[in-house]
């Protein structure tokens, strides 16, 4: 059983379109990450949320973490080809718990 | 860069064999963490380590260990390897080891059992 749902598996979309995937669970989290990794390197940290209902921005990102602290989400505005890559998010149960990665979202961005 | 050093970038070994991956964590981090990358399984947790003590672990087999040394840098063996380990291996490295922190992730090593 997964202990974290990501969707879509995949998407792809034309450079300028919206976008928005999430991340999903039956637990709650001290804290929630969203990581990208691009092909042949490591997962490289966007965002840190930690309180319920948050919402963080970082350029055309915008992350928002679930008023109970379950679920969170990651809404890209005018998507450009540099943001194609593996979209993972990452959570632990407590400040010293082990951080578990869900399956990711595969975005690639057509020019 | 992430300050992170992960060696070899790639190992081919055969079935049976035993391989040792290393990785030097950013400077100052104290904390190591592991993961093992495939396609069908995503990006698993083996282990943590912080200054040398084990932290927390995953789903880690018996055929796998670890160590962090006085260095903090760590090691972590893989024995007796089957066709199904073949997977990219990722050292993350965080100044504490607190799950709120960044995690600075190496550029991995990327194992293939033949």
């Known amino acids: 059983t997964q202990l974290l749902e990501q969707s879509p598996q995949f998407l792809s979309i034309q450079e300028g379109e919206n976008l928005t995937v999430y991340c999903n669970s039956s637990?709650?989290?001290?804290?929630l990450q969203w990581y990208r990794q691009e092909p042949g390197e490591g997962p490289v940290l966007l965002v840190t949320v930690v309180t319920g209902g948050e919402v963080k921005k970082l350029k055309r990102l915008t992350f928002q973490f679930g008023d109970a602290r379950k679920d969170s989400s990651l809404h890209i505005t005018a998507a450009q080809p540099g943001d194609t890559g593996l979209y993972l998010c990452?959570?632990?149960?407590?400040?010293?718990?082990?951080?578990?990665f869900g399956p990711g979202t595969s975005l690639s961005v057509i020019p | 860069d992430s300050g992170v050093t992960q060696t070899p970038k790639h190992l081919i070994t055969a079935t049976g064999q035993r391989v040792t991956l290393r990785c030097s964590p950013r400077s100052g981090d104290l904390s190591v963490y592991w993961y093992q990358q495939s396609l069908d399984q995503g990006l698993q947790f083996l282990i943590q380590y912080y200054n040398g003590e084990e932290r927390a672990k995953g789903n880690i087999l018996e055929r796998f260990s670890a160590q962090q040394f006085p260095d903090l840098h760590s090691e972590l063996n893989l024995s007796s390897l089957e066709l199904g380990d073949s997977a990219l291996y990722f050292c993350?490295?965080?100044?504490?080891?607190?799950?709120?922190?960044?995690?600075?992730f190496g550029s991995g090593t990327q194992l293939s059992v033949l």
């Open positions: 993350a490295s965080s100044v504490a080891g607190l799950t709120n922190e960044k995690l600075f």
């Open positions: 637990s709650v989290f001290s804290s």
């Open positions: 990452a959570v632990a149960g407590t400040s010293y718990d082990k951080v578990i």
